[in-house]
Each structure stands twice: as structure tokens, then as C-alpha cells.
């Protein structure tokens, strides 16, 4: 009969319960008075309220859970003979007289249980009379609620090994074979739901099926409970009988319910030594059933296994449990043609897991499960889906997280061969995982090979990939990736000078194809190894004769010397030139001046023909000038030559206190502090001569400008400049310039009309205290 909706639905389970609670109250009556045969009539009537079929199985249920209270309170009326003066085996076949099937069984099971407790009778047989007698009803809601009865009836009372209940020999076999008639008839009715009204209602009746699977599912946890279960009877017997009628019902829904109560209520040791008869049911499941999320939760069931203790290990090796599910797994992945990618990836990532917790050293095994992954992507024209990518993302990290080394991962062949069937931005985020895997784990990658392997791996990063549009780019994730990689470099790192100078030549090679927006991020990375290698060769001689050149402090320059080429060229001048000026001065270390002189014409040549920006102007020279400074390889001719540059550039910058600050700046070009360093005390007083002219005039073109000559901060720069030769004992800086030049400033300031600049008077005043402080300590300003 059809519903006509919820209200009717309502109304009708109202009904029954009215009708039992009426039935009940008379049953009450008749149970206090004793009257055994009046408490059957009405319990009889109650139990009819269970014959409706107007109710879905969620009211069904409400209604039979009322009804099951009451019969709590007859069976303990059933238990005392002396109440009802009827012995246990009249009063079996007494309720067997009542009118209507459904109330009969009913009360049968009801009787039965007193039946068993009272142990007149053995335990098998009034169970198998019970169960065969359930058969009569094959409604299914009805029947399978009926039985859901029995089984909580009886759950107690199997004749189990240690039960009260206990018999003969096969007393156990007795007890499984009552779980399992049961279980069949129950699944039977279960399955013939969804053949219940008309077809349109499908996808409801397929809903409330499933909200009735615990009441099937119960009685294979009853069996696990049985004691006397022992792996040899599952083996034979109760795996068997249930995994024949989960094959042959053929309904998706209870073969995959059923297949994941085998999995969760039996003991990991039984499905361990068992695996190749539950695999084998695997391919004969129906199409539709998800038997990815079955194998999958098989899998992490037997790796939590493997986990809890070292010892079972050893079970694995013995059953191959590896070749085993493997095997399986493709053979479901062969019969399910139209398994999603999704699916398929999601078993390969259960078995790898399952692979790295019980067999962790076998690498082979673990290369097997990607490569097996890879042919089933490679049959995909696009993995376009977002969930298969997830899980060839969680594929590819299984490995780095269980070895926490990337090393190890090198060495699968297949692992870059998975990664080539990501998308670009899924690649890109699987490379910074590789990166930050190392990183953490502070692993080093010290062969060429490797690094071969890595980059391959990590080139979404490294370079432009066919497709990817480079100005779609978030530009911050871009500088957090080309970061990542810049550190990545400092962990490519051999002591073998040769074996080095071979992973720096192959990181250039993968590097410089990054494009002109990578090279500013990596090339620093690669230059300062390159310089770390070179100080570790330091001191060798520049010129090796033989058929294999080693690495060589000159060989590797020149290959600097390229690389900073390219750079520029990029172009990126500011960093090209920092970079020239890091070389120059590891080529000094190295005491190879014809290098150091290269790098330095480098570097002027950039800031002369790349650098036209006037602030990037001024730090560069400055640059050059604290470099030059701290070089003693030069000879003096090329040190002339250099300095007579720096001077030359620095008169030229466009704003005059940026002349005047560089010009003051090469002074120190012609003092060097070292015991052999250059003292040219005459030229370095033109230079401050030169800075201070500079200044002048710098205030004078204030003057015209702004009508005031400002502030005489530059002045007093130079004083400051004037009073550290003086200390370092240039007799050309005597005191009388210094006061003359202190007279100035306060000429100056006298002059200035503008509002007073207290940066500048602080300054002025701060350099003034100093110089009271040494003449009155009596040091050299006290001349």
C-alpha cells in the first residue's frame, strides 16, 4: 500500500501505538492476576499492530521498539512457573496456537528464550526450531524485524564453548550455524526490500534500506563474538558461507555494507590468513559497489596491524600479503572498466601506505605500486579531476613523510614519472612539498645523479612549462616558490671538490633556462656555492696538466664569470654587479689577481652601461669603493687604474651630496690600515679637499634655489672624515685644517637663515663633544 505522505504516516504509527498501549494495559491486568491465557490473547492482539504495512522502516521501527518493551515484561511473567502454574513445555506449545503467524513467532521467541534459560531442552535445538519456524514469515520489513528479534533473544544463549548453554562436540558448529541461517534469511529479506512498490520510489526505498543494514550486520558481529570461533573455523566454514551469500545476493548495496562488516567486526590475524579468499571475492561484486573504500579500509586494518607490534611482521612475509593485494587490486581496477581515476588512485595510495608500514625496506615494492599507478594514468588523457589529483598529491608525499628523506625517493624511478601527470599548479605545489621535506629533514643531496633526479622533479619550478602562462603568476607565491629554490640549492652538497664542481655545473644548466623572472632569485644561490667551493680550494695552483681537469679555483671563476654574464644579460645590473664585486674579493683571497681585476672591470662596465638609475647609481659606487678598498692582490698600476675609476664615477653621480659623499668615501682608497696597506696621505686630502669644494658648492646652488643655504650636514661629514686621519696619523690633515674647517661650519650656520636643523646640530654638536673629550684627555687632537 502506498503512503499519502508524511501526516498519513503519522497518523497511522499513532494508531499502532494507541493499539498497543491499549492491548498492553489489559495484558498488565492479566499478568498481575496471573492469567496466563487472558496475557496471551492480549499480547497476541499487541503484537497484530506489527502486521501494518502502511509505515516506512524508520516508524516501522518505533513502533516494533514498543512492542518490544512489552515483551521484556512477559517474558519475566514467562520465567515464573509458579505464577502461571504452566511448565516451560506446555507453555512452547501453547503459543504456537495463536491466530496469526506474525504474534506467534512473536511470542514463540519470546517463550523459546525461557525455553533455553530453563535448559529442558538443548539450546540447538530449540534455536534451529526457532529459526526455521521464522521462515513462515517472508514479508520483508516484517521478516526481517522478526528476525532482528530472534537474534537478540537468543544472543546469549548460544551454545558457546564456556556457555551455560554448552553441549556436545559441535556445539559450536551449532551455535555458528544458527548465526548463520539467520543472517542469510535476514539478508535475503533485506535485499528483496528494493523490489518493494513502485519503481519510481527507488532511490527512497534504497534510503530506508540502509538505515535497516545494522540489523543484518548484528549477526556477524554475533559471530565474532562466539568463542569458540578459532581461525580454522572461520577459514572453513563462517568466512566461506558468509562471503557465498554476499557474492550471490547481487544487490550493490548489501555486498558493500556486508564486505565492510567483514572487514571492522572480524580480527586483523583471521583477515591476514584469509586475505586470499576475501580478495577473491572482490572482482565477483557488482559493478556499482565502491569496492575501492572496501580494499582501502582492508589495507589500513592490516597496516594498523603491522604497526601494533614487530612480531606479526613476520605473518605478512609468510601469506605475501603484498603480492596478494596487489594482484587484487588489479584485477578489480581490470573489471571495473569504468572505475573513476579517482578510485583507482585512492587503492594504489591504501597499498602504498599498506607497503611502507610492513615492508618499509622494500623499495622495490614500493617503485612497483607507482609504477602501476603510472600505467593507470597514462590511460587517462587528462587528470582533470580535483579529487584524483588530491590523491596522487597524498601518492607522491606517502614516501617523503614515511622516510623523511628525499634521498630514498630519488631512487624510485617511477616517482617523477607519477609526478608528470599532475596539472602545473599541482606540480608546483608537490615540488615545494619535496623542497620543504628537505629542508625540514636538513637531507643533503650530494651526487650529480640525484640532482638530476631532484630538478626533473621540482622543474615546474625551475622553468616555463609547456601551457603555463607566466603572467597569470601570483607574484607572491611566485617569490615564495623561487626562494624555496634558492635555499634548496645550499643543501646540493658534496666534499669532493670534483663530484661539487659536477652538481654546480649541472644546477647551472637547469638554472639558467628558469628565464630572465627566476635567474634574479637563483643565480645568487648558485654563485655563493660556487664561492663556498672555491675558499675550500683555496690556495691551489690555478693550472693543472692532465687528460681530466680537476676543479680548480680559476676553472670555477671562469664559470662565474659566465654565469654573472648571463645575469646581466637577464638584465639584472645591480645584482650582477654585487655579485662581480662577491667574486672579486674571493679572487683576492685566492691571491689571483688577473681574476680579481676581470671582475672588477665587470663591474664597472655594468654601472657605467646598465645602471642608469641615480640611486642605484650611489649605491653602487659605494659598493665598489668598500670593496676596492679591503683588496690587497692588486699591484699598483691596476689599483691606480681602479681607484682613478671609483674617483672618476663618483665625482659624476648626478646629486651633488651624493658626489661629495663618494668622493669623501675614496679617501679610504688611498689609506689602508694593514701593515702593508697603501698610505697616500697627500691624496687623501685632495679627495677631501675635492668633497669639501663639492660641498661649497652644493650649498651655494641651495642658496640660489631655496634662499638658504640648509642644513651643514655635509660639512660636517667631512670634519668627521678630517678627525679619523688625523688619528690614524696622516700628517697632510693637521690641526689647523680641522679648525679652519670648524670655523667654516659655524660661518656656515651663522649664514643659514633657515629654520635650524636639529639632526644637523646634533650631529655638529656630538662631533664638537669629541673633540673636547680628546683634548682634554690629552691625546692626539691635543696638538
Avoid at 597499498?351 to 625496506?361: A, E, I, K, Q
Amino acid at each position: 500500500m502506498m503512503l499519502n505522505g508524511a501526516e498519513d504516516e503519522e497518523k497511522w504509527l499513532a494508531e499502532g501505538i494507541a493499539g498497543i498501549q491499549h492491548n498492553a494495559f489489559y495484558m498488565h491486568r492479566a499478568l498481575d492476576s496471573n492469567n496466563l491465557r487472558e496475557a496471551l490473547k492480549y499480547s497476541a492482539q499487541m503484537l497484530s499492530e506489527l502486521r501494518t504495512s502502511k509505515l516506512s522502516p524508520h516508524k516501522y521501527y518505533d513502533l516494533y521498539m514498543r512492542a518490544f518493551d512489552e515483551l521484556r515484561k512477559l517474558e519475566i511473567f514467562f520465567k515464573d512457573e509458579g505464577k502461571h502454574g504452566v511448565s516451560v513445555v506446555d507453555l512452547y506449545e501453547l503459543v504456537q496456537h495463536a491466530g496469526n503467524i506474525l504474534p506467534r513467532l512473536y511470542l514463540l521467541c519470546t517463550v523459546g528464550s525461557v525455553y533455553i534459560k530453563s535448559k529442558e531442552a538443548p539450546a540447538k535445538e530449540v534455536l534451529k526450531d526457532l529459526v526455521e519456524m521464522c521462515r513462515g514469515v517472508q514479508h520483508p520489513l516484517r521478516g526481517l524485524f522478526l528476525r532482528s528479534y530472534l537474534a537478540q533473544v537468543s544472543r546469549d544463549k548460544l551454545p558457546d564453548i564456556g556457555s551455560e548453554y554448552e553441549g556436545d562436540a559441535d556445539t559450536v558448529m551449532d551455535a555458528v550455524e544458527f548465526v548463520l541461517q539467520n543472517f542469510t534469511e535476514m539478508n535475503k529479506l533485506w535485499v528483496r526490500m528494493q523490489h518493494q512498490g513502485p519503481g519510481r520510489l527507488r532511490e527512497k526505498r534504497e534510503k530506508e534500506r540502509n538505515e535497516l543494514r545494522d540489523l543484518v550486520g548484528k549477526n556477524l558481529h554475533v559471530l565474532s563474538q562466539i568463542e569458540g570461533v578459532d581461525l580454522e573455523m572461520y577459514k572453513e566454514t563462517v568466512l566461506p558461507r558468509v562471503l557465498e551469500q554476499v557474492v550471490n545476493c547481487k544487490d550493490d548495496l548489501s555486498q558493500y555494507y556486508l564486505m565492510d562488516c567483514i572487514i571492522q567486526v572480524f580480527p586483523d590475524e583471521y583477515h591476514l590468513q584469509t586475505l586470499e579468499t576475501l580478495l577473491g571475492a572482490c572482482p565477483q561484486l557488482q559493478p556499482t559497489v565502491d569496492i575501492k573504500t572496501v580494499l582501502s579500509r582492508l589495507m589500513d586494518r592490516l597496516s594498523n596491524y603491522a604497526a601494533s607490534s614487530a612480531d606479526v611482521l613476520p605473518e605478512f612475509l609468510q601469506v605475501e600479503a603484498f603480492a596478494k593485494l596487489s594482484n587484487a587490486i588489479g584485477k578489480v581496477i581490470e573489471a571495473q572498466v569504468d572505475m573513476p581515476a579517482v578510485g583507482a588512485i585512492t587503492l594504489y595510495v591504501s597499498l602504498l601506505t599498506f607497503t611502507l608500514r610492513v615492508h618499509p625496506d622494500r623499495l622495490d615494492y614500493v617503485d612497483l605500486v607507482l609504477g602501476a599507478c603510472v600505467k593507470k594514468l597514462s590511460s587517462i588523457p587528462k587528470l582533470d579531476d580535483s579529487r584524483a589529483t588530491k590523491q596522487v598529491v597524498a601518492l607522491l608525499s606517502a614516501p617523503l613523510e614515511k622516510y623523511n628523506d628525499i634521498v630514498t625517493a630519488l631512487t624510485l624511478s617511477n616517482y617523477p614519472r607519477v609526478m608528470d601527470h599532475l596539472d602545473n599548479g599541482t606540480n608546483k605545489v608537490m615540488a615545494m612539498v619535496i623542497i620543504q621535506s628537505i629542508m625540514k629533514n636538513n637531507t643533503c643531496i650530494s651526487t650529480v645523479d640525484k640532482v638530476e633526479v631532484l630538478f626533473e622533479l621540482i622543474k615546474g619550478l625551475i622553468k616555463d612549462t609547456d601551457g603555463a602562462d607566466v603572467d597569470e603568476l601570483d607574484e607572491e607565491d611566485f617569490k615564495d616558490e623561487q626562494n624555496a629554490v634558492a635555499r634548496l640549492i645550499h643543501m646540493l652538497y658534496n666534499n669532493e671538490p670534483e663530484e661539487m664542481l659536477k652538481i654546480i655545473c649541472t644546477v647551472r644548466k637547469h638554472t639558467m633556462a628558469g628565464g630572465p623572472k627566476r635567474l634574479p632569485f637563483t643565480v645568487p644561490s648558485l654563485v655563493f656555492s660556487a664561492l663556498r667551493l672555491i675558499r675550500q680550494l683555496q690556495g691551489q695552483e690555478g693550472d693543472i696538466v692532465g687528460e681530466e681537469v680537476p676543479a680548480t679555483p680559476k676553472k670555477i671563476f671562469q664559470l662565474l664569470n659566465q654565469i654573472i654574464e648571463d645575469l646581466s644579460n637577464v638584465p639584472s645590473p645591480e645584482l650582477a654587479l654585487r655579485l662581480s664585486l662577491q667574486c672579486a674579493e674571493a679572487a683576492n683571497d685566492c691571491d689571483l689577481e688577473h681574476v680579481a681585476y676581470e671582475f672588477f672591470t665587470q663591474a664597472f662596465v655594468l654601472y657605467e652601461e646598465e645602471i642608469a638609475d641615480s640611486k642605484a647609481q650611489v649605491t653602487a659606487i659605494h659598493l665598489i669603493i668598500g670593496t676596492l678598498q679591503r683588496m690587497n692582490v692588486f699591484g699598483v698600476e691596476n689599483r691606480d687604474t681602479l681607484t682613478h675609476k671609483a674617483t672618476g664615477y663618483s665625482a659624476r653621480l648626478l646629486k651633488k651630496p651624493d658626489q661629495c659623499r663618494a668622493v669623501y668615501a675614496c679617501s679610504h682608497l688611498f689609506w689602508v690600515d694593514d701593515q702593508d696597506g697603501i698610505k697616500d696621505g697627500e691624496r687623501v686630502l685632495l679627495c677631501l679637499k675635492r668633497a669639501l669644494r663639492i660641498a661649497n658648492a652644493a650649498q651655494q646652488m641651495a642658496n640660489v634655489a631655496r634662499g638658504s643655504s640648509g642644513p651643514v650636514t655635509l660639512f660636517v661629514e667631512i670634519l668627521n672624515k678630517y678627525l679619523y686621519f688625523f688619528e690614524k696619523g696622516n700628517q697632510q690633515i693637521t690641526g689647523a685644517a680641522i679648525q679652519g674647517l670648524i670655523e667654516l661650519i659655524n660661518t656656515e650656520k651663522q649664514n643659514d637663515s633657515a629654520t635650524p636643523d636639529s639632526a644637523s646640530d646634533a650631529f655638529l654638536a656630538s662631533t664638537m663633544r669629541y673633540i673636547q673629550f680628546q683634548r682634554q684627555k690629552g691625546g692626539i687632537m691635543g696638538r
